[in-house]
């Protein structure tokens, strides 16, 4: 997969990509990154992206120039592409988009906004998804697309070191992660549950799904009405009812 960025600051992925599991992604020839300078698509010798807006108002607006110059350059070479604009009026993120967006394209590119906003005909022109990570607003679009870039690169096949590892996490399974423990088994009176150390796996898959269930009922109630849960699901959810 190619993964490319458009952004007034490429320096800011130099350091996340240099780094753990997107490191050895790249090095495994797993992903391809390359980040475009949009001021190199300016025509003006001040190299300017941004201008003042119509109609009055606070801040500045990208102009649409240098970005209609950018992704029409990039796209020129015929790769099937997905355009992504991160900005919090696009469609909030989640682990299907992330799973979705890991299979079925070949290079997606981010445009990272800075200033007030983006021309809105660049929205019209050249993005083909816009993604949200939640209500709220950034300094620009580059650790959003980051973000977006993590969690779908380790999906990819040989990401990981241990690829059950995916299947294991949060969301994976419509639900939240069960807790997780290691040695010591008592660190300062605060001890691993007995099951885990049983050796009876039956009983540490049970607990473990037991308390995925818990955590989900607690802190995001409203992911159960979104999997499907099975016989036993819906045994384990009434004993824990039954003990709170």
């Not at 130099?14 to 300078?37: C, D, M, P, T, W």
């Not at 779908?152 to 997780?180: K, N």
Request: aromatic content about 8%; some cysteine.
């Amino acid at each position: 997969m190619r993964c490319e960025f458009i952004s007034i600051f490429p320096n800011i992925f130099n350091a996340y990509f240099s780094e753990s599991i997107l490191k050895r992604a790249l090095q495994k020839g797993i992903i391809e990154v390359k980040v475009h300078n949009l001021r190199d698509y300016s025509t003006d010798r001040h190299r300017t992206v941004d201008d003042y807006p119509y109609g009055g108002g606070s801040g500045m607006v990208m102009k649409p120039e240098p970005l209609f110059s950018a992704v029409r350059s990039i796209l020129a070479d015929g790769i099937d592409t997905c355009t992504i604009m991160v900005t919090p009026q696009g469609r909030p993120f989640h682990q299907d988009m992330a799973v979705a967006l890991s299979k079925e394209i070949r290079r997606l590119l981010f445009i990272c906004g800075r200033y007030e906003a983006i021309d809105e005909r660049v929205r019209e022109g050249l993005v083909d998804l816009e993604i949200s990570l939640g209500d709220y607003v950034l300094s620009g679009g580059e650790l959003p697309a980051l973000v977006i870039i993590d969690s779908i690169v380790r999906l990819l096949p040989g990401a990981l070191g241990d690829e059950r590892s995916v299947e294991e996490e949060s969301f994976s399974w419509g639900i939240l992660d069960y807790p997780h423990y290691t040695r010591p088994k008592d660190y300062e009176g605060l001890k691993v549950p007995a099951v885990l150390l049983s050796g009876n796996h039956k009983e540490i898959a049970r607990w473990r799904r037991k308390e995925a269930l818990k955590r989900t009922l607690g802190r995001r109630p409203e992911l159960l009405r979104q999997v499907s849960l099975s016989k036993e699901d819906y045994q384990l959810l009434s004993e824990i009812k039954e003990e709170e």
